[in-house]
């Protein structure tokens, strides 16, 4: 008899742990062609709330380290991703109906994306802020800060890249996330929270929730201890990209907008996703003797 | 630093015997003092100097600025005669008009005391720069006979130099040493004294730091009045140096109950500037050192522009320097 | 003896206020739709001008007199377009005295910073987005920097030139044009402005400005066809706004209110604390959304402290806005007057103590005198909320890090000051606080060159400097 193979159990990453939803609730994921695949934890409101919780907590730690620190760090993913290739190739395949070369296309961009992004980390204060020659005796300086706990509703599509590319440049510049992966493709994101586990992120830095944006994005989108938000994962659901900004509102989070449509994940991103959850902080200080 | 005034001035003074008992304990509490930052000092000053002194405010400042005049001349081509027609003019600054004040005192060098003495009597003071004026490096036994000879020539004020040099290389006991040497040499033999003005030469200090130290260590050495600057260096008086002196005078006042006199001297040549000047010991210090006894102007040419601008404000009409005597 | 100045007065003589104002809208000024309002002077209650109201038909006029006008003023090279901003920073510093008497008249605020603080950093502005204007290829902000359309402006009384200046130069030298809305009780130097903007040919269009109250700014953030909104003003219409134009393609930068730590440590250079704690709460009465409404001072030299700042403050004069003596001048409006009352009323309630030097207030207009409020908690309510007046609260702390944690501990995040003299720990508190603008050993300092902004629910986008442009440029990435 042909060895029976041991399943893994996909549970919700907060915190550093790996804990199944506070509502003990999960959901069918299939495979692009329908097949079932697994039971993946389903997120809950309060799961949202645990996940911001400890998101807050590693904030000050996170945003403190230094940035040649978090730039090491996000290497160390890639690095770790990189080891384990085939298992995300699989994932991918099976989440995306991709052929494997096209599988492996995905897995090999966002290892290169992340080291990409890596090597922004201690860049980025060079190339957006800039000392300000201000008409009088007086040091002034801009430098970016992160802006604090960012929500992010992942890419419904790219289950791998489009995650990592609305991932990194969230916590390269010192923020921390909470991540609603793709609903109907979320194997990919529980996988690649393992990597993140033992690749040195400390706990509550990241913390990624499988389940449903549109329950779920509500309520991070109106959370008082939430900053900023990224909406991406409801590309192409204006109404409800509206009512999420609407949400956003209450505390001026910042808001990255949905796009019309999921954008191409293949094309170097630039500054923006980075800039869109950075602050600009300025210094001024006298001059004498 | 307290707060409240203590009531009486020796109790007040003698509080502060334990910061003076040693070159140790004075540098601690010198160098414990808050701090100056340069450009808030001079924002400050600079704030003040666009108050508008207009009409009767400006008619009451201007006679009390030739009031608190320290006519000076202080020259190695100063003759007798010379000195007499600064004390002439001293005396009546503006000829023409009876009801224009005299100054409050002539500034001279030790030699010329007399000679100023005998055209002004008691009508205005003389003072006398001495210790070695005005670099201040001769031996201490010098600069205590420099300032004797003064006063046994009359002098009502001595105007003393301190060793910039010693403050410098951080002797601060020496300095403070001095100053009470000084002040004991000031002495007469009736018992009163010629008041003490000691001069920083802020322009050699350079930083606010230093002059809010050397402010503090004059007045525990028992300065009557604390003067920028000897004229002979650059810069001499600034709003923002007198500004942290009047600070000082301030804080010393509330800390012991002693009052102790502010004089900048050195580069104060217009009405204006003197009236900037008024506007600030008001606004620092109060206006109990609105007088001649605690705020003096170190000028010579100052007083000619103060004599025009009063001219102007009784014609209406703009004056020119032909109409004022040059001495 | 007491030196008693005389008064001091700005002539008014240099203003030429009208009767009554219309919108300027396509380069000329035409009546409104709306029922025309009064503004007056705050610190004489008299009428000064009749001000036309734009309704929503006046707002979509404008709008597409801006549109028009922008697809030649977004065309027209960079360096043309520079030499228009060029040329009205030097009518506004030509006509400096003018604004300056005309601001401080509508607004109450004292002629000696409207003189010497705002216009002169209005001129500045102008002059120095001028110079951006054929060089934004360079600026750092991403490939081909292009503008973005029609922006739509809403603008505050507590500078109303000074905020029209912040709104409008970087606008125009990013090649977008204009709808601006001053706010109601101080709409003169705006519509001094259009005039400005008529002597220096700048093309219809390009600059309108229409006057009225929150339904005209409601229009007008709202019209369909403007693409870019910036907002300085209340954090709740700040909120309002941004849900206004969510699900929207409008670009957005919101200056909102504030609730700024002053921190104050016991090895501070306290004269100048002392002077940084007076301009931070008691300049422009106060009505400024990064002043320093909480002074944090540490509890070791907390009564030094406020014993110098009580002595400081008896030599405020407050009264004549023209009076170049004056440093207080008048609240800007019977309803601001009346919120300031109640929270300081509110202060008293919840057991804080009030201190006041003496001040003979003027028997009309608005006026509140220097205040402060010592024995407050972060529980009191004017330790939260935002006075927007000349009221301070005074708060102490024991360590750096519960002066970090107080000082953070607000839903908003504009500004911070910070005075000690040891200079590692100005970069450590500089760090920590959660604001937009630290201000180390000074305080209230702006300029051009400099971005200002805020953290959290003080707004977000940077106004002025590099980072400023990128409100104003498509995949501006500041």
């Keep these: ?289 | 630093m307290p707060t409240t005034a203590p009531t009486d001035p020796a109790a007040g003074l003698a509080s502060y015997s334990e910061v003076t008992k040693d070159e140790r304990a004075l540098r601690r509490f010198l160098h414990g003092l808050p701090g100056v930052d340069q450009v808030g000092a001079e924002a400050r000053a600079a704030a003040l100097g666009t108050r508008s002194i207009k009409t009767t405010a400006k008619e009451w400042a201007l006679d009390l600025a030739i009031r608190m005049v320290d006519l000076t001349t202080l020259e190695g081509q100063d003759t007798p005669g010379k000195v007499r027609a600064l004390a002439a003019k001293a005396l009546r600054p503006d000829p023409s008009d009876p009801s224009c004040p005299s100054v409050a005192a002539v500034c001279v060098y030790g030699d010329m005391v007399a000679e100023v003495k005998s055209v002004v009597g008691d009508a205005v003071n003389v003072a006398a720069v001495a210790t070695a004026f005005p670099s201040g490096r001769a031996a201490l036994d010098i600069k205590l006979a420099d300032t004797r000879d003064a006063v046994e020539a009359g002098a009502d004020e001595i105007d003393m130099v301190i060793d910039r040099g010693a403050f410098l290389a951080g002797r601060y006991q020496q300095v403070f040493d001095e100053i009470v040497a000084v002040k004991e040499a000031c002495q007469r033999p009736d018992g009163s004294h010629a008041h003490l003005k000691v001069i920083f030469e802020t322009g050699e200090l350079q930083t606010y730091d230093n002059v809010r130290r050397v402010s503090w260590l004059a007045m525990l050495a028992g300065a009557d009045f604390i003067k920028t600057s000897t004229g002979k260096v650059q810069p001499a008086a600034t709003l923002p140096v007198t500004l942290v002196m009047l600070e000082a005078v301030r804080d010393f006042r509330e800390a012991t109950g002693v009052q102790i006199g502010v004089k900048p001297a050195g580069g104060i040549r217009t009405a204006k500037d003197a009236i900037k000047y008024l506007v600030m010991v008001n606004e620092v210090a109060g206006d109990d050192w609105l007088t001649p006894d605690w705020f003096r102007f170190g000028a010579s040419t100052l007083l000619n522009d103060l004599l025009m601008q009063r001219t102007k404000l009784t014609t209406g009409r703009y004056s020119g320097p032909d109409y004022f005597t040059l001495d | 003896m007491a030196f008693e100045y005389a008064p001091a007065p700005e002539s008014r003589s240099i203003v030429d206020i009208k009767p009554s104002y219309g919108l300027f809208v396509d380069g000329a000024f035409v009546d409104g739709n709306g029922a025309a309002f009064k503004t007056i002077n705050p610190a004489t209650e008299e009428t000064l001008a009749e001000i036309a109201e734009a309704d929503e038909a006046d707002v979509d006029a404008a709008v597409q007199a801006a549109r028009r006008a922008f697809r030649s003023w977004s065309r027209m090279p960079g360096k043309e377009r520079a030499k228009y901003l060029f040329r009205i920073a030097r009518i506004l510093q030509e006509r400096a005295r003018e604004l300056a008497v005309l601001e401080s008249i509508d607004n109450g605020k004292p002629i000696k910073e409207s003189r010497d603080v705002d216009v002169p950093t209005v001129a500045a502005h102008f002059f120095y987005h001028a110079g951006w204007a054929d060089k934004l290829d360079y600026a750092g902000l991403g490939p081909n920097p292009r503008a973005l359309g029609v922006a739509g402006q809403v603008i505050p009384w507590n500078f109303p030139l000074l905020m029209l200046a912040w709104k409008v130069a970087p606008a125009l030298a990013c090649g977008n044009t204009v709808v601006l809305k001053p706010a109601e009780t101080t709409p003169l130097t705006a519509l001094l402005f259009a005039e400005i903007c008529q002597q220096a040919d700048l093309p219809a269009g390009v600059v309108n400005i229409i006057t009225g109250a929150g339904g005209t700014g409601q229009a007008l953030v709202g019209h369909p066809d403007v693409d870019k909104v910036a907002f300085t003003g209340s954090t709740d219409v700040g909120k309002a706004i941004a849900r206004a134009v969510a699900g929207t393609d409008k670009k957005v930068t919101l200056e909102l209110g504030g609730k700024a730590a002053n921190i104050v440590f016991e090895d501070a250079a306290l004269d100048q604390a002392v002077e940084g704690i007076v301009s931070g709460i008691f300049f422009n009465q106060g009505h400024v959304c990064c002043a320093g409404s909480r002074l944090l001072v540490q509890e070791s030299v907390a009564e030094e402290v406020l014993h110098r700042l009580k002595r400081r403050m008896a030599t405020l004069r407050v009264g004549d806005p023209l009076d170049k003596n004056t440093d207080i001048g008048a609240i800007n409006s019977a309803e601001q007057l009346a919120r300031i009352t109640e929270l300081s009323g509110i202060g008293d309630a919840e057991g804080a103590e009030r201190w006041s030097p003496d001040c003979e207030l003027p028997a009309s207009g608005y006026w509140f005198p220097p205040t402060i409020f010592t024995g407050v908690s972060q529980a009191h309510r004017i330790a939260r909320e935002e006075i927007f007046g000349p009221v301070l609260s005074v708060l102490t702390f024991r360590t750096p890090s519960e002066a970090i944690e107080k000082a953070n501990n607000t839903p908003y995040g504009l500004s911070a000051g910070v005075w000690t003299e040891k200079g590692s720990r100005i970069l450590h508190m500089a760090d920590r606080l959660r604001a937009g603008v630290v201000w180390a050993n000074t305080f209230n300092k702006f300029d051009p060159t400099s971005p200002f902004g805020g953290y959290q629910e003080s707004g977000y986008g940077r106004e002025g400097g590099r980072q400023g442009l990128a409100a104003y440029l498509k995949g501006g990435q500041a």
């Excluded at chain 1, 199944?20 to 039971?39: I, K, L, Q």
């Excluded at chain 1, 791998?160 to 609305?166: D, P, W």
């Excluded at chain 1, 509102?249 to 796009?259: F, G, H, I, S, T």
């Design chain 1, 1 to 289: 008899m042909a060895r029976l193979d041991v399943r893994k159990t996909y549970k919700l990453y907060i915190g550093g742990a790996f804990p199944r939803s506070e509502s003990g609730h999960s959901y069918e994921v299939a495979d692009a062609a329908g097949r079932f695949v697994a039971n993946a934890s389903l997120a809950s409101r309060k799961d949202v709330r645990d996940a911001v919780v400890a998101a807050r907590k590693a904030f000050g730690g996170w945003s403190g380290r230094t940035a040649y620190n978090r730039g090491q760090i996000l290497y160390r993913i890639a690095e770790v991703m990189e080891d384990r290739r085939p298992q995300f190739e699989d994932a991918v395949r099976q989440s995306e109906g991709l052929g494997a070369a096209a599988a492996r296309g995905q897995v090999d961009a966002a290892v290169d994306r992340l080291v990409w992004y890596a090597g922004w980390a201690d860049k980025l204060a060079q190339v957006v802020g800039n000392a300000n020659p201000v008409a009088g005796p007086f040091f002034n300086h801009t430098a970016p800060e992160p802006t604090g706990v960012v929500g992010a509703l992942a890419p419904q599509e790219s289950s791998l890249l489009g995650l990592v590319s609305t991932l990194a440049p969230v916590v390269v510049s010192g923020n921390v996330a909470v991540v609603v992966s793709s609903y109907g493709r979320p194997l990919p994101a529980v996988t690649f929270a393992e990597v993140l586990a033992t690749s040195d992120v400390p706990g509550g830095v990241v913390n990624i929730l499988t389940g449903d944006a549109t329950v779920l994005g509500p309520w991070l989108a109106g959370h008082m201890d939430v900053n900023a938000i990224d909406l991406v994962g409801v590309a192409g659901h204006p109404d409800l990209a509206g009512e999420l900004e609407v949400a956003a509102a209450d505390n001026l989070k910042r808001v990255r907008r949905a796009p019309a449509a999921e954008p191409d994940w293949s094309i170097e991103p630039g500054l923006e996703p980075m800039t869109a959850f950075l602050e600009h902080k300025t210094v001024w200080h006298p001059v004498g003797v």
